[in-house]
Every structure is written in C-alpha cells, then in structure tokens.
Antibody
Framework: EVRLVESGGGLGQPGGSLRLSCATS????????MNWVRQAPGKGLEWVSYITGSSSTIYYADSVKGRFTISRDNAKNSLYLQMNSLRAEDTALYYC??????????WGQGTMVTVSS | QSALTQPPSASGSPGQSVTISCTGT?????????VSWYQQHPGKAPKLLIYEVTKRPSGVPDRFSGSKSGNTASLTVSGLQAEDEADYYC??????????FGGGTKLTVL
C-alpha cells in the first residue's frame, strides 16, 4: 500500500522555524517527484514546493521563496520542508503529495502548522 | 499568479449530471494540457480524479470526466450519487515553474 505520513507540525512563533517531514512507503520513492501543498483553515489548496527524484530541480511558490527549503533523503524514503521566518499567513494544514504530470496523485493526511505568538 | 476561477457552489439531484468549470488564462489552463481535478471530503485529504485534462487514474469511476476549451477546463460528474457531495478543486501548470489551484467548488447533492 502506498502511504505518505507527515509529521513535525505544531505551534511556531512569528519569525521562527519548523521542519516538516513526510515518511513514504509502498513505492519507489527515489524515482518520483514530490510536493508540499497547504490548506489554510477553511480555505482552498495552495501549492508550496516541488522537488524531482534526484533533487536536481526544485521550485517554490512566490509566497514562500527565500523562506522555505524543500529536500529529500531517498535512502530514508523521506521528504522534508524547512520553514524559516514563519508568518501568520503560513498557518495551514501541510500535505505532502506525489507528482503525476504537474498534478498530485497520492496525498498524505497532513500536518497542522500554526504560527502565533 | 491569480488563482483559477471556479464557481463557489454547484448542485444536482441523484442521477443527474453536473459540470464544474475552472477558468484561467492562456498562461495556464489555455496554454498547457496539465489540468487536474481533486475531490475533498470534509476532514480528508484531496483525491485525484482527473489529470492531464482528461485522464482518469485507476480506481476513479468513469462517472467523472474532464475536458477543456480555450482557457476553461471542466469536470463533469454524471449519475450523481450522495457520496459525490464534496469540495472539488482544479489545478493547472502555469508556466515559470508554477502550479496554481482554483478556489474550490462545493458540490451539493440535493
């Protein structure tokens, strides 16, 4: 069974940092591009970041560029999102999602990030 | 990059067909055949229904179909069932290494 399990969410201070993780299983992680997608409470979906299987290509949404860093460890079948300089508007449920032709075919259940003092 | 435009709500009776639109520009929906559709039930993760405008992943019923004309993509749900009541989102590649979503449509089965 293909599974994505996010962790690392919680309460972050404005200007602070959090690191999210996504543990995967049931597929050949290293050959798939992966993404982070977020959803603010009661709002729609927003793509955050993308990374290819080899980590050779990385993209970010303008809203997080320069503050967030996506990475992966293929030996551990895991995806990460380092979130720095947190803002209130980063408060959201963060999903990791596997790529399929600029879409997302497998999603985790998400990890909640709340930015507040 | 602005979000794609979806109607906030749509509705239909069981057995009917409903079409949800997703309007963008020539820089996103109209410029690429990379439109996807997702279904999200309350408290659940989104589920992929359609990718590359018309393709259905295995396991998705053929009651769900996608199409595109110009800058507008559409998702049609035929033979509406109670379990189809959910939020639906479109997304598109928007060039310049960017992906954008629509604002979402709440589908009510009457």
């Amino acid at each position: 069974e293909v599974r994505l399990v996010e962790s690392g969410g919680g309460l972050g201070q404005p200007g602070g940092s959090l690191r999210l993780s996504c543990a995967t299983s049931g597929f050949s992680f290293s050959i798939y591009s992966m993404n982070w997608v977020r959803q603010a409470p009661g709002k729609g979906l927003e793509w955050v970041s993308y990374i290819t299987g080899s980590s050779s290509t990385i993209y970010y949404a303008d809203s997080v560029k320069g503050r967030f860093t996506i990475s992966r460890d293929n030996a551990k079948n895991s995806l990460y999102l380092q979130m720095n300089s947190l803002r209130a508007e980063d408060t959201a449920l963060y999903y990791c999602a596997r790529s399929v032709q600029f879409g997302f075919d497998i999603w985790g259940q998400g990890t909640m990030v709340t930015v507040s003092s | 990059q602005s979000a794609l435009t979806q109607p906030p709500s749509a509705s239909g009776s069981p057995g009917q067909s409903v079409t949800i639109s997703c309007t963008g520009t020539s820089s996103d929906v109209g410029g690429y055949n990379y439109v996807s559709w997702y279904q999200q039930h309350p408290g659940k993760a989104p589920k992929l229904l359609i990718y590359e405008v018309t393709k259905r992943p295995s396991g998705v019923p053929d009651r769900f179909s996608g199409s595109k004309s110009g800058n507008t993509a559409s998702l049609t749900v035929s033979g509406l069932q109670a379990e189809d009541e959910a939020d639906y989102y479109c997304n598109s590649y928007a060039g310049s290494n960017n992906l954008i979503f629509g604002g979402g449509t709440k589908l009510t089965v009457l």
